[in-house]
């Protein structure tokens, strides 16, 4: 079967520091991938090299078998990849359909119009307002961003991703700065998107992130330590290492 | 919607109505005036306002046409309907071409390169002196007839520029609310974001800067109509400032407050002057005071203010950049 998202021979330096050196790896269709390390590992990094944020210096990235990297970042979105933010990056003066109307606006020809009302697309406010319902900010859509909490900005952002229907979701951080409860009901949402998308996640809470993944990819000093599932992973003697110092 | 509608007609009304409570020719001319100089901070407001993009070099586009029109008609001999058209596609050209170089940088970088290069076009207008005619500038000859309608006298001249001014208000209000417009603050607020939700960003800003160099063509052509004359001063620096201010001045990001911007700096220069010296100091003045109790624009502070007055606005502000 061919790799959702197929990594080979990737590396970026910054200056005279390397953040990524020679990453490869295969994400099966399907599979949830959890990528850890510590802090400076280069994980975000990684996913900056996927989108596009960052051009690396050698290597590729194939999404489905279509090399991502001669592509712009925009032209990504349309191959099926999404993408949250560790640290949020909302719309915090728009409601929260609004900024949900432009994540689907972002892969409609319609985002060029300059001409019809963008209320009077209704079936596009219906999907933004069925993708708040799934994250449970159904009753929310109204509400102004910068009025909401903490908790309902992380979700936002995973029904923004959510909404474009991806083939291969990067979750960075969806849990950061959660509290114990709202963890448990995002970690819920996250186990109930469906087997079509496939999921990198980036995640520090070891209890979610372990009972959500079947596979595990460690980073250290941008480069891949451990790779395999669950139980080989926290079985090697190198994860140990990473995490408790030597 | 309905509201909308209401304001619309309420507007049209007010516009035809106008130069009957104004009667005095002065006061027709003045109103004229006020409309080119809202379109043309209509224009600037696409780019600065919606889409967070501070230009500097404005005026190259409303003098460039200005300056166009008035050479097509009278060096080159072409009909009226003809140099104005070619008129505002040498504006929107000059625009498009403009915006591919200064979108080349963001924030101060963009700000520099269209002051650079809204100079490059001033200094074409002063020195190529047999082109341009130089710091004597270049004489229009006769404002054109439209459908066979004579607009040479004040007061149809009026009726014709409050008809494209309205064109151009709709137009724009359509684009506020339209999904392009929603884009386009979109990638003011979070350009990354956008970037990352499938939107080419880059060609978002760059056709902006086409509308927005379109209508500040449009402007210049009414201009040069109104003035029957063109100097290198409406290429100037000064005039990018002035209308600059004028959109900030009034709300950036809103539709009514270009115009109300242009509405305060326009009476002040014209009206103002003629009793007061120190109007340029009056009009400092009211930036100051605008800048510490309005910092958002006369007419977003104003709503705000009203509000609170009102006693409804105990809530936390509504979003200024909706259309008002």
């Known amino acids: 079967m061919e790799p959702a998202l197929h990594i080979q021979g990737l590396r970026k330096r910054f200056g005279g520091l390397p953040a990524i050196q020679d990453v490869s790896l295969q994400v099966m269709p399907g599979e949830r991938r959890l990528i850890i390390g510590p802090n400076g590992a280069g994980k975000t990094t990684l996913f900056n090299l996927i989108t596009g944020d960052l051009r690396p210096d050698a290597g590729s990235v194939r999404l489905f078998g279509e090399e991502l990297l001669r592509l712009p970042t925009q032209q990504r979105i349309h191959k099926g990849l999404a993408r949250t933010y560790q640290i949020l990056t909302l719309f915090p003066r728009e409601t929260l359909e609004h900024n949900v109307v432009l994540a689907l606006l972002g892969l409609a020809p319609q985002r060029w119009n300059p001409w019809a009302a963008l209320s009077g697309y209704s079936a596009l406010h219906a999907a933004a307002r069925a993708a708040l319902a799934d994250v449970g900010l159904g009753e929310r859509a109204g509400r102004v961003v910068a009025e909401t909490s903490y908790g309902e900005r992380r979700r936002l952002e995973l029904a923004m991703a959510l909404a474009q229907k991806p083939k291969i979701l990067l979750l960075d951080e969806p849990l950061a700065g959660l509290s114990q409860e709202e963890r448990q009901s995002v970690q819920a949402l996250l186990t109930k998107i469906p087997r079509d998308v496939t999921i990198v996640m980036i995640e520090h809470d070891m209890d979610v992130a372990l009972a959500y993944a079947e596979r595990i990819t460690v980073l250290h000093y941008g480069q891949v330590i451990v790779e395999g599932t669950r139980a080989e992973v926290v079985a090697d003697p190198r994860t140990k290492e990473v995490y408790l110092g030597d | ?324």
């Not at chain 2, 498009?96 to 924030?107: K, N, P, Q, Y």
């Not at chain 2, 439209?146 to 001249?157: E, Q």
């Not at chain 2, 911007?261 to 003629?274: C, D, E, H, Q, R």
Request: proline share 4%; net charge positive; charged share 10%.
């Open chain 2, 1 to 324: 919607m309905s509201r909308a509608l209401a304001s619309a007609v309420a507007l049209a009304v007010a516009l035809a109505v106008l130069p009957w409570i104004l009667g005095n020719t002065f006061y027709v001319n003045l109103s004229s005036q006020i409309l080119i100089y809202a379109l043309f901070a209509l224009s600037i407001n696409l780019l600065s306002g919606y889409a967070g993009l501070t230009s500097l070099g404005q005026a190259a586009y409303f003098g460039g046409a200005a300056y166009a029109c008035a050479w097509l008609v009278n060096r080159v001999g072409l009909d009226q309907t003809t140099a104005a058209c070619a008129a505002v596609l040498f504006g929107t050209g000059l625009a498009a071409l403009f915006g591919v170089l200064s979108l080349r940088a963001s924030g101060l970088g963009f700000l520099m390169i269209t002051l650079a290069l809204g100079q490059i076009v001033w200094g074409v207008a002063y020195r190529w002196v047999e082109l341009t005619g130089g710091d004597n500038g270049m004489r229009m000859g006769a404002r054109p007839s439209p459908l066979g309608l004579d607009i040479s006298r004040p007061m149809p001249f009026y009726y014709f520029t409050a008809i494209v001014f309205g064109i151009a208000l709709y137009c724009l209000w359509r684009l506020a609310r339209s999904p392009f417009g929603a884009s386009l603050r979109g990638t003011r607020d979070q350009p990354r974001r956008m970037r990352m939700l499938g939107y080419h960003v880059w060609l978002v800003q760059w056709v902006a800067f086409v509308m927005s160099g379109f209508w500040a063509a449009v402007a210049g052509v009414l201009f040069v109509y109104y003035n029957q004359f063109v100097s290198p001063i409406t290429l100037s620096l000064q005039q990018s400032a002035e209308v600059l201010l004028m959109s900030i001045l009034g709300g950036a990001g809103t539709l009514a407050g270009p115009i109300v911007g242009a509405i305060v700096i326009t009476l002040v220069k014209n009206v103002v002057s003629s009793y007061l010296d120190r109007w340029n100091t009056l009009l400092g003045v009211i930036f100051v005071v605008s800048v510490i109790f309005m910092p958002e624009g006369i007419v977003p502070g104003s709503l705000r203010l009203w509000r609170r007055f009102t006693g409804a606005g105990t809530a936390a502000p509504k979003p200024v950049a909706k259309t008002s």
